[in-house]
């Protein structure tokens, strides 16, 4: 049965059931890792009209913990980026230039999306 558990291992490697120390979070890492997503949030949210919804999540999953941000834009599908940083990661901050890049990407592939949806069927009210 300890197959089905993603901490099985070999043995005297990690104990079944219990997850490696690489994998465990202290809570100042959680609420830094909270305060850097929250960041890409932010700065997602500064390249869109507020007519757009932006939010995150933690989560542990099976390869660890993972960070969602999500953008929902008015018309078309929701788009989201995902990110599994690992205790190191936490510790020396997430990189400035990632965290913009996750933030622009997010935006433009949310402003795509609604081009995409609405295509050219919206009468221009000023040029």
């Known amino acids: 049965m300890n197959g089905n558990t993603p901490y099985a291992g070999a043995p005297g490697v990690v104990d079944a059931g219990r997850p490696s120390d690489g ?31 932006v939010g995150s999540e933690l989560s542990q999953g099976v390869n660890g913990l993972e960070a969602t941000v999500a953008v929902h834009p008015p018309a078309g599908s929701p788009i989201s980026a995902g990110l599994t940083p690992d205790a190191e990661d936490v510790e020396t901050g997430l990189d400035e230039d990632e965290r913009e890049e996750v933030a622009r990407g997010l935006a433009a592939s949310a402003a795509l999306q609604v081009m995409e949806t609405v295509g050219d069927g919206v009468t221009q009210t000023a040029r």
């Open 23 to 53: 994998d465990e979070f202290s809570p100042d890492q959680m609420r830094a890792l909270r305060r850097a997503v929250a960041g890409i949030v932010t700065r997602t949210r500064s390249y869109l009209p507020d007519s757009y919804a």
